[in-house]
């Protein structure tokens, strides 16, 4: 602690560079706090899953559909503990640009099935209750202001009209919220027997199922044996655990991770070749200083440990200043939920970019401190001069 006044006067030296240094680590480590926030907003889904989860869909592609029929001779299958099954609505509410995600489902096997989504008992007893009655997550209930009582007109350019009436409506009965940060929010949720009744085309038809297994180690038998289940029957079955499922809607926009890694590695290179050209040009500069230390006393080992530090010290306070100011930036609410369902950084970006300033300090440093503990006194005070 006794040195800090050394380090600091280090980097007061040149004020101008170690503030373009600060700035350019500062930027650096709010661009990586804001890819690890897109990276879960787009891949969270993955995370969310549930490891006794399996998702049952058509063999071809997802945009077809399967018969309704299947659920009981799914859940006749030993191991399945539960079935409910979902469908594609696409619904959208007075303009096409506000998207957010709907579909029906059957209510009580869905809530069964969704431990994660959290909705009071008096709004389940209600949606329960009233035929035409939906759900919608806190997101998009706060994004187009909705209440509990509300009565929404959705257009639907996939099912077109209800049979008798322009536009499909429904009733907000509850607002759900999740128990975990990264759960999604932005869905919409209406009755299964609503939408069967008022469609047109395609009755007794769903868009897939979701399957809880007893056993999760059994998972992938299971699998195997619904697939086998529907094998060389018209609507061919492929099934898979859920975060399968959720990461091919996620590669659809490409590897995200792969693609948070290229930028980060290639702005994390850059960086470092900044900050390491700092170093030495600090250390050259104070060729004489640093001879002088070693005059009066000091070890090799502790000159070296004393340009460690100043690199590591602005290395730190760049990284930790960028971190920090992301985080308040991305608390303070999503930008986009139309495209994000959930935005948040999560807690291992930040730890994962505290450790990652802290390396860059040490490798930025590494060079030119190896070079301060080996010049000799006479050398550096010949320099000097």
């Not at 592609?61 to 696409?90: D, M």
């Not at 044996?225 to 499922?245: L, R, V």
Request: charged share 15%; hydrophobic share 50%.
């Amino acid at each position: 602690m006794k040195f800090l006044p050394l380090v600091w006067a280090g980097l007061k030296r040149k004020k101008l560079r170690t503030a373009l240094t600060f700035l350019s680590i500062f930027i650096a480590f709010m661009l990586f706090a804001f890819l690890g926030a897109l990276k879960e907003a787009l891949s969270g889904g993955v995370s969310m899953a549930g490891l006794d989860r399996l998702i049952v869909r058509h063999k071809v592609s997802l945009i077809q559909t399967l018969p309704e029929s299947y659920k009981g001779r799914i859940q006749s299958i030993n191991g399945v503990e539960a079935v409910c099954h979902q469908t594609w609505f696409g619904g959208i509410y007075q303009d096409p640009k506000n998207f957010f995600p709907n579909m029906p489902v059957e209510p009580a096997a869905f809530l069964t099935m969704f431990p994660e989504f959290v909705l009071p008992d008096a709004q389940q007893r209600a949606w329960l209750g009233t035929r035409t009655g939906a759900i919608v997550g806190r997101l998009t209930a706060e994004r187009f202001q909705w209440k509990v009582g509300d009565r929404i007109p959705l257009r639907s350019p996939i099912w077109g009209q209800p049979a008798g009436q322009a536009q499909w409506e429904f009733d907000i009965v509850g607002i759900y919220d999740g128990t975990k940060k990264g759960t999604d929010t932005s869905q919409l949720f209406f009755r299964y027997d609503y939408f069967e009744e008022a469609r047109q085309r395609e009755k007794g038809q769903v868009g897939w199922y979701t399957v809880r297994v007893a056993d999760p180690a059994r998972a992938a038998e299971i699998a195997a044996t619904i697939d086998g289940e529907f094998a060389n029957s018209p609507y061919e079955t492929k099934t898979e655990p859920e975060g399968a499922f959720a990461q091919g809607f996620a590669q659809q926009i490409g590897d995200i991770g792969s693609i948070v890694m290229a930028v980060v590695g290639a702005v994390f290179f850059t960086i470092l070749l900044v900050a390491g050209n700092t170093m030495v040009q600090s250390v050259r500069e104070r060729t004489e200083e640093l001879g002088v230390l070693k005059a009066i006393g000091f070890s090799n080992f502790l000159v070296l440990v004393l340009v460690l530090l100043e690199s590591c010290c602005i290395a730190i306070l760049g990284g930790f200043c960028g971190l920090g100011t992301a985080w308040l930036i991305i608390a303070s609410g999503n930008p986009i939920p139309s495209l994000l369902p959930v935005f948040f950084l999560p807690t291992g970006s930040l730890v994962s970019g505290g450790l990652l300033a802290m390396a860059l300090g040490i490798v930025a440093g590494l060079l030119p401190a190896w070079q301060a503990m080996r010049l000799r006194i006479a050398d550096a005070l010949r320099r000097g001069g």
